[in-house]
């Protein structure tokens, strides 16, 4: 099984950090697609990523047909325009290549590419107060509804001996 979350022209560096360290913390490959609104550099975006650029498991692609010639998957698409919640989609099949795409966050995903995948368009639901969801937030929102719906495979659930350990909390 693989989830892979897909930057399509990310352009907020500080939004790509999160979400860098969000899927090394979760096992998730990420991707990224061209351009980006700044410099992949550590001297960049390390800051944002918490120091995780290095260890992070990524791919950049030059534009969205480079990434679809090299993917295979079912692929699912954020857009406040989906008219189902994640909720709405079975996400329990631990063996799928599971692709969450979510657009840059001036204009999302093109309406070009949603058309051909209106079955698949996922909205978070939220009142009309606001446009949209911050996009490191809906990621790990998504992330984690994904993982979830497969009992977190791979992750720790209580807090890993490397670190605090378990029990830190009764010492």
Known sequence: MGLHVVLYQPEIPQNTGNIIRTCLGTNT?????????????????KRYSANHLEEANYIVYENYEEFLTKNEGEFYFLTRYGKQPPTGFDFHDKEKEIYLIFGKESTGIPKEILREHLDNCIRLPS?????SLNLANTVAIMIYEVLGQQDYPGLSKTEPESLKGEDWLLQ
Request: hydrophobic share 35%; proline share 9%.
């Open 29 to 45: 490959t990420l991707h990224l697609i061209k351009p980006l609104g700044f410099k992949l550099d550590p001297k960049y975006v």
């Open 127 to 131: 009142n009309d107060k606001i446009r």
